[in-house]
């Protein structure tokens, strides 16, 4: 039996797949979760990320506003369905002026860990890098520094140390809408030294797997299980109506982490349903976050929908290891 390593999740959103699902993941019967009108000022909420909190969950948002500026801001929810999101952006304090200079921050990733909530996202230091803060509460955050030089998308930290060290996956880019991209791994001793860094996986070139065949970049934070860290992706494929944007899952070293074990070929997700294929970016299915239980092996991903709203997906650790294995 595969096992999901973790806390237990009693009151995990949840939804039995129906019988005419197709794929491993399917969708939750009310998505999108949350529309446009997140908040006061939002044009879209999308790409966010949550978790367990208190007896519910919270959770940092993407909401950009009405003037189309990107920020990240606090919610919190009982089921994990119906969110209550801030009007204010997350209020950051810490260490040096310097690095608190707001340019923007979109895409945020969040866990637990020693104590506190951490929470990456693309940060604008001269051009986007990964943000780092901590909180306790989900109401003042403490920034620490930027994790890498600019140019950097998607940090995503492991939930743990692994041998001695924190570790964070990222993606190198450029300044603009990269046109290439591969996943890394860095280690940290203290959570503002970032090196040794690892290269993990590349986009596909080939027809084998087209549809991650021009960036890809790590989504939620990577789930334990016993069969290696169980991560999901998002890969892009360049089409003549520009970037497409599908959900993929591969399986990592325990111990090793930049080392793929399984990879699979066909993706767990693509923009299908209206609202993920019309928005302000149409086609794009884009995870953050997965909530799991680990007595029942049950996963909930966050995902930005179109890059306008948010949606749900459920799936197993059994069934998303079994997919992603049968299928590398
Ligand atoms: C990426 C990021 C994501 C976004 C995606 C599709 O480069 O900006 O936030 O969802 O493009 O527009």
């Known amino acids: 039996m595969i096992k ?18 197709v794929g491993p993941l399917w969708r939750y019967s009310n998505n999108p979760i949350i529309g446009r ?5 939002s044009n879209s909420v999308f790409n966010s990320a949550v978790v367990p909190y208190k007896d519910g969950f919270a ?19 009982k089921d994990g369905l119906n969110w209550k999101i801030e009007d204010e952006p997350i209020n950051l ?26 929470v990456t996202w693309c940060n604008g230091y001269h051009g986007p890098t990964i943000g780092v803060a901590h909180t306790t509460d989900f109401k003042t955050f403490t920034q620490m520094e930027n994790a890498f030089l600019p140019f950097n998308r998607n940090g995503v930290m492991f939930p743990r140390k692994i041998g001695g060290m924190y570790m964070m996956m990222s993606r190198p880019s450029d300044n603009g809408h990269t046109p ?5 791994v860095s280690q940290s001793p203290d959570l503002t030294f970032w090196g040794k860094h690892r290269f993990m996986m590349s986009t596909i070139k080939t027809d084998e797997s087209a549809w991650q065949s021009t960036k890809i970049g790590p989504g939620p934070i990577p789930i334990e299980t016993s069969e290696g860290w169980l991560m999901i992706y ?6 003549c109506n520009g970037f497409v944007y599908r959900m993929g899952s591969a399986l990592l070293d325990i111990d090793e982490p930049w080392k793929v074990l399984y990879r699979s070929k066909d ?40 890059d306008t709203v948010t949606g749900v997906a459920f799936t197993t650790v059994e069934e998303l290891v079994n997919y992603t294995k049968e299928y590398s």
């Open 4 to 21: 999901l390593i973790g806390d237990t999740l009693p009151n995990i959103p949840w939804q039995e797949k129906p019988t005419d699902a």
């Open 37 to 41: 009108n997140g908040n006061k000022r």
């Open 59 to 77: 959770g940092v948002f993407r909401c950009d506003s009405r003037s189309i500026s990107m920020d990240i801001f606090a919610g919190f929810s």
């Open 93 to 118: 304090v810490g260490i040096e002026d310097e690095i608190l200079n707001r340019e923007y921050r979109y895409d945020p990733r969040v866990h637990y860990m020693d104590g506190k909530y951490y």
């Open 180 to 184: 290439f991209g591969d996943i890394f």
């Open 234 to 239: 998002h890969g892009v494929i360049t089409t």
């Open 267 to 306: 993706y767990i997700l693509a923009p299908h349903e209206l609202y993920e294929c019309v928005g302000d970016v149409p086609n794009v299915v884009f995870p953050c976050a997965a909530l799991t239980d680990s007595a029942t092996g049950r996963i909930a991903v966050y995902y930005g929908c179109a």
